[in-house]
């Protein structure tokens, strides 16, 4: 069993960076990828970014490349998403969350994703 618990977010204008942090405890070796999705009001949760957990590649959905980057720190057991160039559209409920080995399929699905934080809120004003 893994736990995830979100930090940072909040409201930012147009042009702005905010940083969102996640801190995974539990079984975090059984872990394959950690990573990011997002969900607007009255759209579907999708995709943001992934990092594999040992080896550290990374993985972005489209219109956050060259915007948002994804890093991890395996002594603190965290994943941290640095997003710039804010956008509106890019507000949403921000969640972590994290595969295990156990579960196969793409990295930008949700549905291999066993473990989900309680997610932050990103607003961004234009």
């Known amino acids: 069993q893994v736990a995830l618990v979100e930090s940072g977010g909040g409201l930012v204008q147009a042009g702005g960076s905010l940083r969102l942090s996640c801190a995974a405890s539990?079984?975090?070796?059984?872990?394959?990828?950690m990573g990011w999705f997002r969900q607007a009001p009255g759209k579907e949760r999708e995709f943001v970014s992934a990092i594999n957990w040992s080896g550290g590649s990374t993985y972005y959905e489209d219109s956050v490349k060259g915007r948002f980057t994804i890093s991890r720190d395996l002594a603190k057991n965290t994943v941290s998403l640095q997003m710039n160039s804010l956008k509106p559209e890019d507000t949403a409920v921000y969640y972590c969350?994290?595969?295990?080995?156990?579960?196969?399929?793409?990295?930008?699905?949700?549905?291999?994703?066993?473990?989900w934080g309680q997610g932050t809120q990103v607003t961004v004003s234009s």
């Open positions: 539990g079984r975090t070796s059984s872990l394959l990828y």
């Open positions: 969350a994290a595969r295990p080995f156990t579960k196969s399929g793409t990295v930008y699905s949700s549905v291999p994703y066993d473990y």
